[in-house]
């Protein structure tokens, strides 16, 4: 597998998980795909979210880059185009320690509705790779800094990022969807 001119990672081959056009598509397999061609410190604040869509070119699948985008053009502009398959955003944020009950304050609070992780104490800068496909199902990959590993992050999911991509991935119409 070879990157392309215009993206960071290649492009799943035919015969890979990810790339079974005729099945839903692995968004796990893609997102470790995606994240493994991540190169610099997950602290890196100058880098800007891009955007990629993953889709179904007769069989195999291609990638179209966005390139740089804001979370207003997302959630509000931008449409997945047709026979998109997956949506990949690569972006930088902060991470912060959850308590069980989801809060950030150390007592089980969301503050101000809704956990921020900017807000805590013990924040960490991040880089983040998140994939939406299928049912709207979400993947991401987190690099927090300082940590030697990425985190997978499955199933439900709440914020600014997987808010965005569902609103993107919403607006794709029946003959995009197939």
Do not use: K
């Amino acid at each position: 597998m070879e990157p392309t001119d215009t993206c960071p990672f290649p492009v799943p081959a035919p015969d890979t998980p990810a790339a079974n056009a005729l099945d839903d598509v692995d968004l796990v397999v893609l997102a470790e795909l995606c994240d493994a061609f991540f190169e610099g410190d997950p602290s890196d604040r100058d880098r800007d979210p891009h955007l990629f869509a993953i889709v179904d070119s007769f069989g195999a699948f291609s990638i179209m880059e966005f390139g740089p985008v804001s979370y207003l053009q997302l959630h509000e502009c931008i449409v997945p185009p047709p026979r998109c398959r997956a949506l990949v955003l690569q972006c930088g944020g902060w991470a912060a320690p959850l308590d069980p009950d989801g809060g950030i304050d150390g007592s089980g609070r969301i503050v101000d509705g809704r956990s921020r992780p900017s807000r805590h104490p013990l924040r960490r800068r991040m880089f983040s790779t998140t994939v939406i496909g299928n049912d709207v199902e979400i993947v991401t990959m987190m690099r927090i800094a300082g940590d030697a590993e990425p985190q997978l992050l499955t199933g439900e999911c709440a914020g600014r990022v997987p808010d965005a991509m569902r609103a993107c991935w919403s607006r794709r119409t029946a003959d995009r969807a197939a």
